[in-house]
């Protein structure tokens, strides 16, 4: 497993906020241990106590993103280290739960964490797989949303860096508003030149008389 993985870590917890919309569906324990994905071990060492603590780490972790799409790459490169220096993991080569078809480990890199507590397991991750992934693709592979309200914070593994949004649904809706746009100012524009039109030949017969 490539580390670079675990930043699907830190764009769960920061896509559970939509400030625009004002919604935060991470309320309860029961949130904050569905962020875990499979890894149930760690989701059952949550308490009601790491709610709070998850939504001061998804502040931090969004400001990285944030710095990231607006350009600041010094910026988010500091906040993300602050993370990192904050929440330490320990690379370790395991082979756990992957055979080949012989039965032998497929050896690859896990993260360890040694939390004190379930936000700083997590934490932990999700940092140091933002990292893993800033460093092999680039700062500029960090974004957000252009599709408003939405700003969810995305990872941009397209081939030519063109990606925008952050789903197919948030692509097609800033599509559809962006025609509707252009339409809506061809009718204008032609409204427009149909009265210019109408006042010389009105003006042009004024004239004539």
């Known amino acids: 497993m490539e580390l670079a993985y675990y930043s699907d870590y830190a764009v769960r917890l920061v896509n559970t906020e939509e400030p625009a919309r004002n919604k935060d569906s991470l309320t309860s324990v029961d949130a904050v241990r569905e962020l875990f994905g499979a890894n149930q071990q760690a989701a059952r060492r949550a308490t009601d106590s790491d709610v709070t603590r998850f939504r001061s780490v998804r502040g931090r972790l969004r400001a990285v993103f944030e710095a990231a799409d607006g350009g600041d790459e010094t910026l988010a490169v500091d906040l993300l280290n602050s993370l990192l220096l904050e929440f330490p993991v ?37 940092a140091m797989g933002l990292a893993f992934h800033l460093t092999e693709f680039g700062v500029d592979r960090l974004g957000l949303c252009e599709a408003a309200p939405c700003r969810n914070a995305y990872l941009d593994t397209s081939t030519n860096r063109s990606r925008r949004y952050c789903s197919d649904r948030c692509a097609t809706r800033a599509n559809v508003a962006a025609y509707r746009a252009r339409k809506r100012l061809e009718s204008e524009r032609s409204a427009s030149t149909g009265r210019t039109a109408k006042k010389v030949q009105e003006t042009s017969a004024a004239s004539e008389s």
């Open 90 to 126: 320990s690379p370790q080569i395991s082979g756990h739960d992957y055979r080949d078809d012989d039965g032998r480990p497929l050896w690859h890199m896990h993260l360890a964490d040694h939390p004190s507590n379930a936000t700083a397991g997590y934490a932990a991750i999700a």
